[in-house]
């Protein structure tokens, strides 16, 4: 590990280091051996013998701190909190037409703005004492409205939750998935120098569409319930997803399973807001739809659901249509049996489910 300036220590944690290890030279000039020192101090027995050691040939002056290690920084406090704020607006705020920062990239802004020259090797340690990795970067929609997004949250929301406590109803999220006969890569080991081959067929057409439900209500474990519906390719007036009669199959399914009245919330996908569909729920007395806002998985615990599924179905060999459908429906099952889990995406939306 690299260290920024001062050996990752600030001032007082370096003052109570020094303490600590006054302390065992006290405890070694007592005579307790490297062993008991370690156990004392919750530190290695290496450590303890080192301390030993300083204080055997330079005294207890050998266990006062010298004060900040490491190299000095080129960039001075003020100057690595700019850098930050440049960092976070992302390269293209830069004027590069993409948004992955490199070393050459930063070091290029580090030159233009500080007039401070760096190597590659330490613009990586100097991007570490800062606090910086390397990383895969999530995706948004650029076409989000973070400030609906927000005030879907703060306004809407409330409103959701108070109409499903006031109905005495389960709050569901509904949402969709495909998985088609080519899985997705997940890592293996393989041998150094060699990549492992995963044989998967070619069939690129033919999939598995998926409809979940999550359910919530105070005082009940949480349900999820799902729906299949299998694509065996190109065909004359064959339907390639779910409608909106099967939608509201679904939600039928999971009235009488629930036995109550059913708050839906779901995104704004267009089987969801057409007029059949429409028509479908003022049918249901005992259905309330609300929106998602556009852009927002993040508010959609289901969509947990096909991240962990997906995952679990990862470098599968090579399977039919009927296969995968009876893998997909396992897995998911495993799932309804697990209700931690679904807790645990119900809190990743950062939501808050506690009644009004």
Known sequence: MRYPDGGGLTAEERVQRE??????????????????????????????????????????????????????????????????????????????????????????????????????????LLLHRIGWTVQIPSRKAAERDEEKIAAWKDEQWPVIKKTAADLGAWLCFEDEAGQGLRP???????????????????????????????????????????????????????RKGFTEADYARLLDAAHQQLGGPIVLVWDNLNTHVSRTMRQLIDTRLW?????????????????????????SLANLTKHSLDQLTALVKTRLKRMQYRPGVIDGLLAKTGLDFQPP
């Open 19 to 124: 303490r600590v290890r006054l302390a065992a030279a006290d405890l070694i000039e007592a005579g307790a051996s490297d062993r008991e020192v370690a156990r004392g101090f919750r530190v290695t027995r290496m450590s303890a013998n080192r301390w030993r050691r300083g204080l055997a040939s330079g005294g207890r002056q050998a266990m006062v701190s010298k004060g900040p290690g490491g190299a000095r920084c080129k960039l001075d406090a003020t100057q690595l909190r700019v850098l930050q704020v440049v960092l976070d607006t992302g390269p293209a705020a830069a004027g590069w037409s993409d948004q992955c920062w490199t070393l050459a990239r930063i070091a290029e802004v580090v030159r233009r703005r500080f007039g401070v020259e760096y190597t590659l090797t330490g613009m990586d």
């Open 184 to 238: 997705p890569k997940g890592r293996t080991w393989g041998r150094r120098g060699h990549t492992p081959v995963v044989r998967v067929t070619a069939a690129g057409t033919k999939r598995v569409s998926m409809a979940g439900l999550i359910c919530t209500k105070s005082g009940h474990r949480p349900r999820l319930m799902y729906r299949t519906h299998l694509d065996r390719g190109p065909a004359k007036g064959r």
């Open 287 to 311: 259905l309330t739809v609300y929106q998602l806002p556009p852009y927002a998985p993040e508010f959609n615990p289901v969509e947990g659901v096909w991240s962990h599924l997906k995952r």
